[in-house]
């Protein structure tokens, strides 16, 4: 990816993260995807009083990707609001891992966006479990065998 395109969706995960609704951790993210077909998506953290019932800025940006009809991850771009990079957390890269190949790229900045760590999916969740590794839905209908 160019460092224009690159510019360009880490600009739409900064902007995306001002919509946060994060009262409780004060911790704003932002997320946008730039899918197979070339179109952007974003979306934002969304927490709840609740605190377990709270969505990642990841989980809304594929969200947003698959309500549009796109549902391939070429790369995605968080952003946080700390001087630390944001990582996506566990489960993130697990919900990613839906949509993306392990050579798909997870690009993560600080909250300026002066820091970057750019690494693969699959560096950042080795040995991962997808759809791939389910049998064909023909062959589903018999447990162990
Ligand atoms: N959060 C994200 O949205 N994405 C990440 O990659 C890390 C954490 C959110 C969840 C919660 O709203 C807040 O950041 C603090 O954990």
Request: hydrophobic residues 45%.
């Given at each position: 990816?160019?460092?224009?395109?690159l510019?360009?969706?880490?600009?739409?995960?900064?902007?995306i993260?001002e919509?946060?609704y994060?009262?409780y951790?004060?911790y704003?993210v932002g997320?946008a995807?730039?899918?197979t077909?070339?179109r952007i998506?974003s979306?934002c953290?969304?927490?709840?009083a609740?605190y377990?019932?709270?969505?990642?800025?990841?989980?809304?940006?594929?969200?947003?990707?698959?309500?549009?009809?796109a549902?391939r991850?070429?790369?995605?771009?968080?952003?946080?609001?700390?001087?630390?990079?944001c990582?996506?957390?566990?489960?993130?890269?697990?919900?990613?891992?839906?949509?993306a190949?392990p050579?798909?790229?997870?690009?993560?900045?600080?909250?300026?966006?002066e820091?970057r760590?750019?690494?693969?999916?699959?560096?950042?969740?080795?040995?991962?479990?997808?759809?791939?590794?389910?049998?064909?839905?023909q062959?589903r209908?018999t447990?162990?065998?």
């Amino acid at each position: 990816m160019s460092d224009a395109a690159l510019d360009a969706l880490f600009d739409a995960a900064r902007a995306i993260r001002e919509r946060a609704y994060a009262p409780y951790s004060r911790y704003k993210v932002g997320a946008a995807i730039r899918a197979t077909d070339g179109r952007i998506f974003s979306g934002c953290n969304v927490e709840n009083a609740a605190y377990p019932v709270g969505t990642c800025a990841e989980a809304a940006a594929i969200a947003a990707m698959i309500a549009a009809g796109a549902n391939r991850i070429a790369v995605i771009a968080v952003i946080g609001s700390t001087d630390d990079v944001c990582t996506p957390c566990g489960g993130c890269r697990q919900r990613i891992r839906e949509f993306a190949a392990p050579d798909a790229l997870v690009a993560m900045a600080d909250a300026r966006c002066e820091t970057r760590i750019v690494r693969t999916l699959d560096a950042l969740l080795p040995l991962s479990f997808g759809p791939d590794h389910l049998p064909a839905p023909q062959d589903r209908g018999t447990p162990h065998g």
